[in-house]
């Protein structure tokens, strides 16, 4: 597919795949497919920033290579390694044989045929499609080396292996990372990007969402799993609810055949929304009562 041709238009394709996109981040979205820049997307966990890449390949055609990251990555872990057993099978069958050509057989053993590619080689790659999505995904959860290495590679488009030379994209990927804030990025490779603050979505926005990936529940059960998820997000919790656990719950209630939110429904499906203990300890007795009557308070037409 073309690359979309107005803000618009972003909306619209993406909002085929089933993503809710709000005019703010279709904007900057429409602005690094236009301009060629890589988009640093960060929000809390659960916000929908993983899924902007994935709905972004669906919408496009593109294939979509995801590096998910950890603490410890390092470059070569991230581009490429080469199959070690693979080349000590080749040089014991070249020992057996007899007579192998050493030089021969070093440039055999470091070729193309040994060579593993990881995300960010896989990225450089052509494809039929067009250049492909490369998701960065939790870049926070890695370390300043792996950040300066990334600087480089997303600057000009290329990766090195020392025996093979430099890799560039002849088109140059759709690069999108995410960070949940864990801790600051440099202020160096978010200069390279263009930057969203990823929210929560306000009230019409999630109800609309959850109406595009659960399109089961009916409207009035959609409002009030929308309005009780937004009341929690107000108390003090530890790790409050994405939008992921909205439709998660939402799931969980339709595979229940819920008609109506309860405080024992909610009692018994809290683990689907929260995801730690103390959380769930907070709500239980009269708590989910109060913040279930605080939202369908909310909801009533003043």
Request: with cysteine.
């Amino acid at each position: 597919m073309h690359m979309p041709a107005s803000i618009d238009e972003v909306q619209d394709v993406l909002g085929q795949t089933g993503y809710v996109c709000g005019r703010a981040l279709a904007t900057v979205v429409f602005l690094s497919l236009r301009l060629g820049r890589p988009l640093f997307l960060e929000g809390e966990a659960g916000v929908g920033k993983t899924e902007i890449a994935k709905a972004l390949s669906l919408a496009l055609g593109r294939r979509l290579i995801r590096l998910q990251c950890y603490e410890g990555l390092d470059a070569s872990t991230a581009v490429y390694e080469w199959n070690f057993p693979a080349q000590m099978v080749a040089i014991r069958t070249a020992e057996a044989a007899g007579g192998a050509d050493r030089g021969a057989l070093q440039t055999e053993l470091f070729g193309p045929e040994y060579l593993i590619e990881r995300p960010l080689l896989q990225a450089m790659r052509s494809d039929e499609n067009g250049a492909p999505v490369l998701l960065i995904d939790e870049l926070d959860r890695t370390d300043e080396p792996f950040e300066a290495f990334l600087l480089e590679a997303l600057s000009d488009f290329q990766v090195t292996i020392p025996e093979l030379g430099t890799i560039k994209a002849a088109e140059p990927p759709i690069v999108i990372l995410t960070s949940n804030r864990t801790r600051e990025v440099h202020d160096a490779l978010k200069r390279r990007c263009l930057y969203h603050w990823v929210d929560y979505p306000d009230f019409p926005r999630e109800v609309e969402i959850l109406n595009a990936r659960a399109p089961e529940a009916s409207a009035a059960l959609s409002r009030e799993i929308v309005g009780f998820v937004q009341a929690l997000r107000t108390e003090d919790l530890f790790k409050k609810p994405g939008v992921a656990e909205t439709i998660d719950w939402a799931k969980c209630l339709l595979a229940l055949d819920v008609i109506n939110l309860s405080p024992e429904v909610i009692a018994d499906t809290l683990g689907a929304i929260l995801k730690y203990q103390d959380d769930i300890q907070r709500l239980e007795g009269s708590e989910a009562k109060r913040i279930l009557d605080q939202a369908k308070a909310a909801l009533e037409p003043a």
